[in-house]
């Protein structure tokens, strides 16, 4: 059965451009379209309570505050690190993305905030956490997710965005 309005379980094909303060952070053209499973949290939450029942065609244009994107940027979530903990740290510079392990084997990634002479400043909010998002969207396409996609809870069909999580 053909699917034409947005909502759960259906995978939306969509151009868009994302602004913050004006200036284009992100994009994805027509030819080479971002796909999500809508109701599968692909997408910030804002974004996504707004394509609920579009349809292909509709252009949809969205200001997301914080608290339905990224989150309020947390002061708290910025560790100070000995250089010798991270690798390369002699190369470090402000504004590079680093992965820092923690006891238990995970990774997470930060980006270079400070670097001092004995230590570094890493800071692990996302890079848009206390931004504004302004999206611009044209819905493309849309189908049923398959029983595999939904049971990951992602898309299948584009690229291999989510390939890695996969192989687990
Ligand atoms: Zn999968």
Same mark, same amino acid.
């Given at each position: 059965m053909a699917v034409d309005t947005i909502r759960d379980g259906v995978v939306?094909?969509?151009?868009?451009?994302?602004? !913050?303060?004006?200036?284009?952070?992100?994009?994805?053209d027509?030819?080479?379209?971002?796909?999500?499973?809508?109701?599968?949290?692909?997408?910030?939450?804002?974004?996504?309570?707004?394509l609920e029942g579009k349809r292909v065609g509709d252009?949809?244009? !969205?200001?997301?505050?914080?608290?339905?994107?990224?989150?309020?940027?947390?002061?708290e979530d910025i560790d100070e690190f000995d250089k010798d903990e991270i690798p390369g740290a002699e190369n470090l510079e402000t504004g590079m993305v680093v992965?820092?392990?923690?006891?238990?084997?995970?990774v997470y990634i930060g980006m270079v905030?400070?670097?001092?002479?004995e230590?570094?400043?890493?800071?692990?909010?996302?890079?848009?956490?206390?931004?504004?998002?302004?999206?611009?969207?044209?819905?493309?396409?849309?189908?049923e997710a398959d029983e595999e996609e939904l049971d990951h809870g992602h898309p299948h069909s584009l690229d291999d965005f989510y390939e890695d999580e996969d192989e687990e």
């Open positions: 939306v094909s969509m151009s868009y451009v994302l602004k !913050v303060d004006g200036q284009e952070v992100g994009r994805a027509a030819d080479d379209p971002l796909e999500y499973l809508h109701g599968a949290e692909n997408i910030v939450p804002g974004l996504e309570a707004a252009r949809v244009d !969205v200001t997301v505050p914080p608290e339905d994107a990224y989150g309020d940027y947390d002061e992965e820092v392990e923690d006891e238990d084997g995970y905030k400070e670097v001092n002479a230590t570094v400043l890493v800071d692990f909010n996302p890079p848009l956490a206390g931004k504004t998002l302004s999206f611009s969207v044209e819905v493309l396409k849309l189908r």
